[in-house]
């Protein structure tokens, strides 16, 4: 079976990462999932941002997780790419469209400092009011920990850059290592997350493992890809 593939922010080359147009595009494309990172804003919502600031994929500045829901919509996260203008994209909207779609969605929380498991709590929460098929990843041991704990029946990749221990702790469902830690270890990938597979010696690679899951910037490419192979 080839991996199923996930858009990384959505088809991220193409149209500004984490945008409503960039995750219409990668299904468009061929998509099997979408990727996306969340935050907490200082009023509880999750929004799909990277960055711990705004700086980069809008037109403003400063640290997200000190703004409210409101001040965010008064920024655009569409025209620094060249994209037509466009809001913060909310998790719950992100939903939204994974629901009418059918794609399944994976959420990455990201290293959760000033809000702790308030961020896995929300994510909980959140999942529970949409049928979509949902994965939670993190590079936090901990953040995986508490999510399983409090949604055992959503999977779980637990997410390695530097070191990818052989073992996987039991509450994380898929190890999800980069893809130099593929490259780095030949008898491994059966079964995993690998991200960030732009390079078609890498898509081939995944295949050749039995990777489940590639995320990819380019979802339209890999797919021909891997029709082509
Ligand atoms: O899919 C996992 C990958 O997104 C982790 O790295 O920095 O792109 O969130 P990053
Ligand atoms: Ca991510």
Redesign the pocket.
């Known amino acids: 079976m080839p991996p199923d593939i ?1 858009a ?2 959505g088809a991220s080359t193409r149209r500004p990462e984490h945008t409503l147009a960039a995750y219409e595009l990668a299904l468009d494309q061929g998509a099997d999932g979408l ?1 996306c ?1 969340v935050r907490l804003t200082r009023d509880g919502h999750l929004v799909c941002v ?1 960055d711990r600031r705004i700086n980069r994929t809008s037109d403003g500045v400063g640290v997200l997780s000190t703004m409210t829901l409101a001040q965010l919509r008064g920024h655009d996260f569409g025209s620094w790419h060249g994209g037509e203008p466009a809001g913060v994209l909310t998790l719950e909207e992100l939903l939204g469209l994974a629901h009418d779609r059918g794609a399944r969605l ?1 959420v ?1 929380t ?1 290293h959760p400092v000033r809000y702790g498991a308030q961020v896995e709590r929300v994510l909980a929460a959140v999942l529970g009011r949409y049928r979509v098929e949902a994965v939670m ?1 993190s ?1 936090s041991v901990l953040a995986v920990h508490r999510f399983k704990k409090l949604k055992p029946d959503v999977p779980t ?1 637990l ?1 390695y ?1 530097r070191l990818w221990p052989r073992n996987l702790p039991r509450f994380a469902d898929y190890a ?1 290592p ?1 893809v130099h830690l593929l490259r780095r270890h030949p008898d491994r990938g059966r079964d995993t ?1 690998v ?2 597979v732009d390079d078609p010696a890498d898509v081939a690679l995944c295949r050749e493992r039995g990777v489940r899951f590639l ?1 990819t910037n380019n979802p339209g490419e890999t797919r021909r890809l891997l029709a082509a192979n």
Request: hydrophobic share 40%.
């Open positions: 996930v990384h922010r990727e990172d990277h994976f990455e990201k990843m590079f990749v997410l850059d999800g980069g997350y991200w960030t995320a």
